[in-house]
């Protein structure tokens, strides 16, 4: 019997970036963090956020997933070489919602899985959050 990697039995450390930490990225980490297998937190990039990104947080996360791009151009110029082994996706994302805005939600649950390659089970779970 051949070994497959299941995401709910190894768990996925899953790092949601925005500018403040206050609407978009805490948002993902509320809604993400309600699936099995799922660890996630979230940061800012800016130095006033509420949980500014750290190199802890860069180390600590397996994927790294930005609300627009000039997050990741910020996180490239801050974390350049610790961010060489991490796989770090723009979900193109602007900052039109509020916390856990229905419409937010919305976004995320159409845009996030395909990245994090959710299984059945978990896909379930995510349906049944609501922003």
């Not at 600590?60 to 627009?68: D, G, K, Y």
């Amino acid at each position: 019997m051949g070994v497959t990697w299941d995401v709910m039995e190894v768990g996925m450390k899953v790092l949601f970036v925005c500018s403040l930490n206050a609407m978009r990225s805490p948002t993902a980490e509320a809604v993400f963090s309600q699936v099995s297998g799922i660890e996630a937190t979230s940061a800012g990039t800016e130095r006033n956020a509420e949980m500014p990104v750290s190199l802890e947080l860069i180390e600590w996360a397996e994927i790294i997933l930005v609300m627009e791009s000039r997050h990741r151009k910020r996180l490239q110029e801050q974390f350049g070489s610790a961010l060489r082994e991490k796989k770090l996706v723009v979900l193109g994302i602007q900052d039109l919602y509020g916390f856990m805005d229905s419409d937010l939600v919305e976004v995320l649950k159409a845009k996030v899985p395909g990245y994090l390659k959710l299984t059945p089970e978990q896909m379930a779970e995510l349906e049944a959050v609501s922003g």
